[in-house]
């Protein structure tokens, strides 16, 4: 049995959590203080009227709920009748109720007036505040309503007069031409366009050459860096092993001057179990003579 009131509770929270949040959605959109000839109510009377718009994309049943409104100090409330089935606005649906101080002529009929107030809220069940706006009663003109609207200039929503009233429907009257028309009525031939375009994609050309070149040439000091510190050891290295054959080369290079200064000096060796043979630079040898032939007679006596 427990669990079953703890199940129904968790239910219950749950279903309020999902209703409150479905109120956030419900926004004051359009009020008319001094209605003397545009929209009557379903008695035929110009009167004054608020209208809600469900600004989500799931109905949402305002039932319960309550709209208020602040004479001077005094606060005025009315609780939205639940058992209407007309009080669930469709998603970006509208629903007009009339400030007329007559609540028992229907749902949409509040014990309130809005020439003697300045402030009207939109609250949930538990009075906690989903919208509210504020205005001055003395500036209201007749049959001019005010909401929200987007400001031509800036371009931002903000609430104040509207060109014309429109209950059960979006305040924006005119229509609103998308950025890319507007474009196009300023730039009909497409120079404009066209010149932008090729601005835009030379100059990320530009930008991609200079952010590649100087990614190339810190990647080459880098190296460059990396090379002189790898070749400094073995240049010192060298620049060793050079010395010391510098020198021994020198020694021998004198070791070998002395031995041919003493070879043009001396060309015979003094030594005399050594054979020493010059070479003869004459055609002409008496190894060849024909005088010392063997074919020569020898001389008789």
């Given at each position: 049995m427990m669990k079953r009131l703890l199940i129904l509770l968790c239910l219950a929270v749950s279903a309020s959590?999902?209703?409150?949040?479905?109120?956030?959605?419900?926004?004051?959109?359009?009020?008319?203080?001094?209605?003397?000839?545009?929209?009557?109510?379903?008695?035929?009377?110009?009167?004054?009227?608020i209208e809600l718009h469900n600004t989500g994309y799931s109905s949402v049943n305002i039932g319960g709920a309550y709209l208020t409104v602040k004479q001077g100090d005094a606060t005025r409330t009315y609780r939205i009748p639940k058992n209407d089935a007309r009080t669930q606005i469709a998603p970006q649906g509208y629903v007009i109720f009339f400030a007329d101080s007559t609540s028992n002529?229907?749902?949409?009929?509040?014990?309130?007036?809005?020439?003697?107030?300045?402030?009207?809220a939109f609250m949930d069940q538990g009075k906690n505040v989903m919208d509210s706006v504020v205005y001055d009663v003395k500036a209201q003109l007749p049959d001019v309503s005010i909401g929200w609207s987007f400001h031509p200039k800036s371009?931002?929503?903000?609430?104040?007069?509207?060109?014309?009233?429109?209950?059960?429907?979006?305040?924006?009257?005119?229509?609103?031409?998308?950025?890319?028309?507007?474009?196009r009525q300023r730039d009909p031939s497409g120079a404009v366009m066209a010149i932008t375009a090729m601005s835009v994609v030379f100059s990320a050309l530009i930008l991609l050459?200079?952010?590649?070149?100087?990614?190339?040439?810190?990647?080459?000091?880098?190296?460059?860096?990396?090379?002189?510190?790898?070749?400094?050891?073995?240049?010192?290295?060298?620049?060793t092993a050079?010395?010391?054959?510098?020198?021994?080369?020198?020694?021998?290079?004198?070791?070998?001057?002395?031995?041919?200064r003493r070879y043009e000096e001396d060309l015979h060796d003094i030594e005399s179990?050594?054979?020493?043979?010059?070479?003869?630079?004459?055609?002409y040898s008496p190894w060849s003579s024909k005088i010392y032939g063997l074919n020569n007679q020898p001389i008789r006596k």
């Amino acid at each position: 049995m427990m669990k079953r009131l703890l199940i129904l509770l968790c239910l219950a929270v749950s279903a309020s959590a999902l209703h409150a949040q479905g109120l956030k959605d419900i926004r004051i959109n359009e009020v008319l203080v001094d209605n003397r000839t545009s929209y009557v109510d379903d008695h035929g009377n110009h009167v004054g009227w608020i209208e809600l718009h469900n600004t989500g994309y799931s109905s949402v049943n305002i039932g319960g709920a309550y709209l208020t409104v602040k004479q001077g100090d005094a606060t005025r409330t009315y609780r939205i009748p639940k058992n209407d089935a007309r009080t669930q606005i469709a998603p970006q649906g509208y629903v007009i109720f009339f400030a007329d101080s007559t609540s028992n002529r229907g749902t949409f009929h509040t014990n309130f007036v809005l020439d003697e107030t300045g402030y009207i809220a939109f609250m949930d069940q538990g009075k906690n505040v989903m919208d509210s706006v504020v205005y001055d009663v003395k500036a209201q003109l007749p049959d001019v309503s005010i909401g929200w609207s987007f400001h031509p200039k800036s371009g931002e929503l903000t609430f104040g007069p509207l060109a014309g009233i429109t209950p059960m429907q979006a305040n924006e009257t005119e229509e609103t031409l998308p950025a890319a028309e507007k474009f196009r009525q300023r730039d009909p031939s497409g120079a404009v366009m066209a010149i932008t375009a090729m601005s835009v994609v030379f100059s990320a050309l530009i930008l991609l050459y200079l952010f590649f070149r100087t990614i190339g040439k810190t990647m080459n000091r880098a190296t460059q860096k990396k090379e002189q510190k790898t070749a400094a050891p073995a240049a010192a290295t060298a620049k060793t092993a050079s010395a010391s054959t510098d020198q021994l080369i020198g020694e021998e290079i004198a070791a070998i001057a002395i031995a041919l200064r003493r070879y043009e000096e001396d060309l015979h060796d003094i030594e005399s179990h050594v054979l020493t043979i010059n070479r003869v630079a004459r055609v002409y040898s008496p190894w060849s003579s024909k005088i010392y032939g063997l074919n020569n007679q020898p001389i008789r006596k």
